[in-house]
């Protein structure tokens, strides 16, 4: 059963996020394929960005408008410093979900995979006193870790034949499939 | 049907295994075997059916989320909260769970 802790560990999340009412849902099992999905590594030819990295999290109500203070101030220079590193990631903004606007959602563009990795490396050979370090540890402070969650995004056209490329040998699958 | 005056339990052997990170908990219910996803608020009501009385629940339960809804809401949650924790064998009311306990030993 739920510990005696565990109760401080609930209500400290409640306060920190949306209310939404009770829900109970039974799990229904599933059965999948070992099929996850590696976007190709060379981006396809398109206008528009290759992976999106999106961070959700909550932050305490009363951390609200010091962080939305510090975005006034900052956010200006965040995408001004990752754009200004010219290794095809940015930083593309924070936004509040409405009406409460506890949810946020920051948002990271990559041209390529090795744009993930070049961005990694360029921020851990900078000084730990650069303005990107400091702005980017200041944002992070912010979140309420236990919330967050991160979702990586691909440009679906760039995945034209791939799901089939990759999919696994499962037997039960294939029998059903072969009718 | 929710009472204010009776008193609410987990069941016996109620598996319950927090997943803070993704803000819920599964259940398993041993007795019926079938697993559920417990969002924040359900989780908090079914962690507060500690023996509690009802009453008690709708006060603890009203004060934790003050800054959410009023009173009357928060009454309305629980008693529907209790009926679906109830109805899917997560709780039973601390009485008949020690009616259930002394006919077994007998």
Same mark, same amino acid.
């Given at each position: 059963?739920?510990?005696?802790?565990?109760?401080?560990?609930? %209500?400290?999340?409640?306060?920190?996020?949306?209310?939404?009412?009770?829900?109970?849902?039974?799990?229904?099992?599933?059965?999948?394929?070992?099929?996850?999905?590696?976007?190709?590594?060379?981006?396809?030819?398109?206008?528009?960005?290759?992976?999106?990295?999106?961070?959700?999290?909550?932050?305490?109500?009363?951390?609200?408008?010091?962080?939305?203070?510090?975005?006034? %101030?900052?956010?200006?220079?965040?995408?001004?410093?990752? $754009?200004?590193? %010219?290794?095809?990631?940015?930083?593309?903004?924070?936004?509040?979900?409405?009406?409460?606007?506890?949810?946020? $959602?920051? @948002?990271?563009?990559?041209?390529?995979?090795?744009?993930?990795?070049?961005? %990694?490396?360029?921020?851990?050979?900078?000084?730990?006193?650069?303005?990107?370090?400091?702005?980017?540890?200041?944002?992070?402070?912010?979140?309420?870790?236990?919330?967050?969650?991160?979702?990586? @995004?691909?440009?679906?056209?760039?995945?034209?034949?791939?799901?089939?490329? $990759?999919?696994?040998?499962?037997?039960?699958?294939?029998?059903?499939?072969?009718? | 049907?929710?009472?204010?005056?009776?008193?609410?339990?987990?069941?016996?052997?109620?598996?319950?295994?927090?997943?803070?990170?993704?803000?819920?908990?599964?259940?398993?219910?041993?007795?019926?075997?079938?697993?559920?996803?417990?969002?924040?608020?359900?989780?908090?009501?079914?962690?507060?059916?500690?023996?509690?009385?009802?009453?008690?629940?709708?006060?603890?339960?009203?004060?934790?989320?003050?800054?959410?809804?009023?009173? +009357? +809401?928060?009454?309305?949650?629980?008693?529907?909260?209790?009926?679906?924790?109830?109805?899917?064998?997560?709780?039973?009311?601390?009485?008949?769970?020690?009616?259930?306990?002394?006919?077994?030993?007998?």
């Amino acid at each position: 059963m739920t510990k005696p802790n565990d109760l401080d560990m609930i %209500k400290r999340l409640i306060g920190a996020g949306e209310h939404v009412p009770p829900a109970i849902e039974v799990l229904k099992s599933e059965l999948r394929t070992d099929s996850g999905v590696d976007p190709p590594v060379d981006p396809p030819p398109g206008p528009t960005v290759y992976i999106i990295i999106k961070w959700k999290y909550y932050v305490r109500v009363a951390q609200l408008d010091k962080f939305h203070t510090f975005l006034a %101030k900052h956010e200006g220079e965040l995408i001004a410093d990752t $754009q200004g590193l %010219k290794i095809g990631a940015s930083y593309y903004g924070t936004y509040a979900e409405l009406p409460r606007t506890t949810t946020h $959602q920051t @948002l990271w563009f990559y041209e390529s995979v090795a744009a993930i990795d070049r961005f %990694k490396s360029a921020l851990s050979g900078k000084k730990k006193s650069s303005e990107l370090r400091k702005n980017l540890k200041e944002l992070l402070s912010y979140i309420d870790e236990p919330s967050l969650t991160m979702h990586r @995004l691909v440009r679906a056209s760039a995945l034209a034949g791939a799901v089939a490329r $990759q999919r696994r040998s499962d037997p039960v699958m294939d029998i059903l499939a072969g009718g | 049907m929710f009472s204010q005056r009776a008193s609410y339990k987990p069941t016996r052997n109620l598996r319950v295994r927090p997943v803070p990170e993704m803000r819920m908990c599964f259940v398993f219910t041993p007795a019926a075997p079938k697993l559920y996803t417990l969002n924040m608020s359900a989780w908090l009501v079914l962690t507060l059916c500690d023996g509690r009385s009802g009453r008690d629940l709708v006060d603890a339960y009203a004060t934790e989320m003050a800054a959410h809804l009023p009173r +009357d +809401d928060a009454l309305r949650e629980v008693r529907a909260a209790i009926g679906d924790l109830e109805g899917k064998g997560m709780i039973v009311r601390a009485d008949k769970r020690a009616r259930a306990q002394q006919k077994g030993s007998h």
